[in-house]
C-alpha cells in the first residue's frame, strides 16, 4: 500500500514539474511590463493586442492552420489505405513497407530536413506551402498509420460479414460500415496529423523561405527579440490545442455511444 502511495506520489510531482512551464507563461503573457518579467508587475492585454495587429503574426498563423489542416486531409488519404494493407493485407515486403512508414519516428528531424531540403531545392519548392504540405505529411504520416492501425486491429469484422451477407458490395460496406465504426480513430489520426504539422519547427526552419509558418516566426522572434508576445502566442497555441482536444473526446464518446 505504502508503494502505492509513494508512486502516485512520484507521478503527481513529474505531472506538477511537466506543468510548471504553463504556470509561468500565463501570467506573463498578461504582464503590463515591456519585457519579460516574473512575476508581472500588472495585467494587461497588451501582448495579445499587438499579436492581433501585427500582420506578421496573423499571416504566420493563417499559413500555419492551411498547412496543418492539409497535412491533416493528405495523411489520412494515403495513410488510411495504408493501414489497411499492413493490417488486412498479405503481399510480399509488408513488414518492410510497416517500416519504412514509421521510419520518420525514429530518423531525427533534422536529417530529415536536410534531406528534403536537397530534394525540394532541385524541384524548387523552397518557400511553397505545398512543399511544407508534403514534407509535414512525411512526418505526420506515422502517426496516423498507429492509430488507424489500433482501430482495425479491434475492429469486429463480422459486422462487415453481415452487412456483406445482406447484399452490400465492398464499397458500401466500406463507406456505410467499416468507416463510420472506425470515425473515432480517423478523428484521433487527423488530430495528431494536424498537431503534427501545426507544432513542426525543424523542417519549416528549412523549408519555408521568407513565407514563414507559425513556429518559425516564434523561433526567428526568440532569436530577434524577446517580449511577452511569445508568451500570449504560446498561450492561444495551448488554448487552441486543449479546446481541441476537448471536442474530439466529446465526438468520440457520442460516436461510441451512437456505435453501441
Given at each position: 500500500?505504502?508503494?502505492?502511495?509513494?508512486?502516485?506520489?512520484?507521478?503527481?510531482?513529474?505531472?506538477?514539474?511537466?506543468?510548471?512551464?504553463?504556470?509561468?507563461?500565463?501570467?506573463?503573457?498578461?504582464?503590463?511590463a515591456p519585457y519579460m518579467q516574473f512575476?508581472?508587475?500588472?495585467?494587461?492585454?497588451?501582448?495579445?493586442?499587438?499579436?492581433l495587429d501585427d500582420p506578421q503574426w496573423?499571416?504566420?498563423?493563417?499559413?500555419?492552420?492551411?498547412?496543418?489542416?492539409?497535412?491533416?486531409?493528405?495523411?489520412?488519404?494515403?495513410?488510411?489505405?495504408?493501414?489497411?494493407?499492413?493490417?488486412?493485407?498479405?503481399?510480399?515486403?509488408?513488414?518492410?513497407?510497416?517500416?519504412?512508414?514509421?521510419?520518420?519516428?525514429?530518423?531525427?528531424?533534422?536529417?530529415?530536413?536536410?534531406?528534403?531540403?536537397?530534394?525540394?531545392?532541385?524541384?524548387?519548392?523552397?518557400?511553397?506551402?505545398?512543399?511544407?504540405?508534403?514534407?509535414?505529411?512525411?512526418?505526420?504520416?506515422?502517426?496516423?498509420?498507429?492509430?488507424?492501425?489500433?482501430?482495425?486491429?479491434?475492429?469486429?469484422?463480422?459486422?462487415?460479414?453481415?452487412?456483406?451477407?445482406?447484399?452490400?458490395?465492398r464499397w458500401r460496406t466500406l463507406t456505410?460500415?467499416?468507416?463510420?465504426?472506425?470515425?473515432?480513430?480517423?478523428?484521433?489520426?487527423?488530430?495528431?496529423?494536424?498537431?503534427?504539422?501545426?507544432?513542426?519547427?525543424?523542417?519549416?526552419?528549412?523549408?519555408?523561405?521568407?513565407?514563414?509558418?507559425?513556429?518559425?516566426?516564434?523561433?526567428?522572434?526568440?532569436?530577434?527579440?524577446?517580449?511577452?508576445?511569445?508568451?500570449?502566442?504560446?498561450?492561444?497555441?495551448?488554448?487552441?490545442?486543449?479546446?481541441?482536444?476537448?471536442?474530439?473526446?466529446?465526438?468520440?464518446?457520442?460516436?461510441?455511444?451512437?456505435?453501441?
Amino acid at each position: 500500500m505504502r508503494s502505492r502511495h509513494a508512486l502516485v506520489a512520484f507521478c503527481a510531482l513529474v505531472y506538477f514539474f511537466l506543468l510548471l512551464p504553463l504556470l509561468v507563461v500565463f501570467p506573463i503573457s498578461l504582464s503590463s511590463a515591456p519585457y519579460m518579467q516574473f512575476p508581472p508587475p500588472g495585467l494587461s492585454w497588451q501582448w495579445y493586442e499587438r499579436y492581433l495587429d501585427d500582420p506578421q503574426w496573423i499571416d504566420a498563423t493563417i499559413r500555419s492552420l492551411q498547412v496543418g489542416a492539409a497535412t491533416a486531409v493528405l495523411s489520412l488519404a494515403l495513410g488510411v489505405p495504408l493501414s489497411f494493407a499492413l493490417i488486412r493485407g498479405r503481399f510480399y515486403a509488408r513488414e518492410t513497407v510497416d517500416r519504412l512508414a514509421m521510419a520518420p519516428l525514429i530518423v531525427p528531424h533534422i536529417i530529415l530536413s536536410v534531406a528534403v531540403y536537397g530534394l525540394f531545392a532541385r524541384l524548387k519548392l523552397i518557400g511553397e506551402w505545398y512543399g511544407l504540405v508534403v514534407a509535414h505529411t512525411l512526418l505526420a504520416l506515422p502517426f496516423v498509420v498507429l492509430v488507424m492501425g489500433a482501430g482495425l486491429r479491434d475492429f469486429d469484422r463480422s459486422l462487415e460479414q453481415a452487412a456483406e451477407g445482406l447484399g452490400a458490395s465492398r464499397w458500401r460496406t466500406l463507406t456505410r460500415v467499416t468507416l463510420p465504426l472506425l470515425r473515432p480513430s480517423l478523428v484521433s489520426a487527423g488530430l495528431l496529423a494536424f498537431i503534427t504539422s501545426f507544432d513542426e519547427v525543424v523542417v519549416a526552419l528549412f523549408l519555408s523561405g521568407a513565407r514563414m509558418t507559425l513556429p518559425k516566426k516564434m523561433f526567428d522572434n526568440i532569436l530577434m527579440e524577446i517580449d511577452p508576445t511569445i508568451a500570449s502566442v504560446s498561450v492561444m497555441q495551448i488554448l487552441l490545442v486543449s479546446l481541441v482536444l476537448v471536442l474530439i473526446g466529446r465526438f468520440g464518446r457520442g460516436l461510441n455511444a451512437t456505435a453501441r
